[in-house]
């Protein structure tokens, strides 16, 4: 009868509720506990179907983004779960759309490599040349975190989508050259010797394009005659990733394939 609605409206009710001792005695609550009043939670969140408590906060953009907010809370409570056991920290809004939209944005990079690859194989009528050509690729990568650091800028989702961009426009000056040196050993020129031939022929308009690219683009990504911050992320990332890319292909490509032919002369006077 004590747990009735009647005897819970103040807290002299609670003072006269008997509680059994260890020897099976009924002892006033009173007799044992403290009680005072205090503000208590309005409401009880649940998420994932388990009871939560959720902050939410304004960043100011000028300041600091929420991204290096976030990340420093992640090492602050890191070890949350090893102190507090059966507490855990979630992040949701912001964080938790970008986390979502990084996921998508992986699944479409690996669509987008595999549809290079299956292109640049039916061009080429050959897989070896198309793994090489996909290999130039990390080189406007190196670009694109080097123009990220002087340009004290952050990699942001956009700059992602920019760099997916990049590996279908790097791979022309690859593609370029392998063509290149397709057709001078069709001709019957000495495959060492191609290769110098194409890299020195082609030189000239594969740094031509590159800086007319580049030109149009730089203006775009340092705000020169105005400025977009959604464009800005992915023009940088576009700009720097050519430019190294680009410049690292005309050596990469014909050494790559120089250290090929070693390999099959090797092989071939090892197993005759």
């Not at 208590?40 to 388990?50: R, V």
């Not at 102190?83 to 996921?103: C, D, I, V």
């Not at 001709?187 to 030189?203: I, N, P, Q, T």
Request: net charge neutral; with cysteine.
């Amino acid at each position: 009868m004590q747990n009735d609605a009647q005897y819970r409206t103040s807290q002299d009710d609670i003072k006269k509720v008997n509680i059994i001792n260890r020897n099976g005695l009924l002892t006033p609550i009173s007799s044992f506990v403290n009680i005072r009043s205090e503000q208590g939670i309005e409401a009880l969140l649940h998420f994932d179907y388990e009871k939560a408590i959720t902050i939410t906060a304004d960043v100011d953009e000028k300041v600091v983004t929420s991204g290096m907010v976030n990340g420093s809370l992640m090492k602050q409570f890191a070890d949350i779960e090893k102190k507090y056991p059966g507490y855990s920290m979630k992040f949701r809004g912001e964080q938790e759309s970008t986390n979502k939209s990084m996921a998508s944005l992986a699944s479409a990079g690996i669509i987008a490599f595999f549809g290079i690859f299956a292109i640049l194989a039916l061009i080429f009528n050959n897989t070896i040349k198309p793994v090489v050509i996909l290999f130039s690729i990390p080189l406007g990568l190196i670009g694109v975190i080097f123009g990220f650091l002087i340009s004290n800028k952050s990699l942001s989702f956009l700059a992602m989508i920019g760099i997916i961009g990049l590996a279908g426009v790097i791979v022309n000056t690859s593609i370029v050259l392998v063509d290149c040196i397709d057709e001078l050993q069709k001709k019957g020129m000495d495959k060492y010797e191609s290769l110098a031939k194409a890299a020195s022929s082609r030189f000239r308009p594969i740094i031509l394009t590159t800086i007319t690219t580049m030109a149009g683009l730089i203006p775009t990504a340092y705000g020169i005659g105005g400025t977009d911050a959604m464009l800005v992320p992915m023009t940088l990332a576009l700009a720097w990733g050519l430019g190294f890319g680009t410049i690292g292909a005309l050596f990469f490509i014909p050494t790559v394939f120089s250290i090929g032919y070693d390999l099959q002369d090797f092989m071939k006077r090892k197993f005759n």
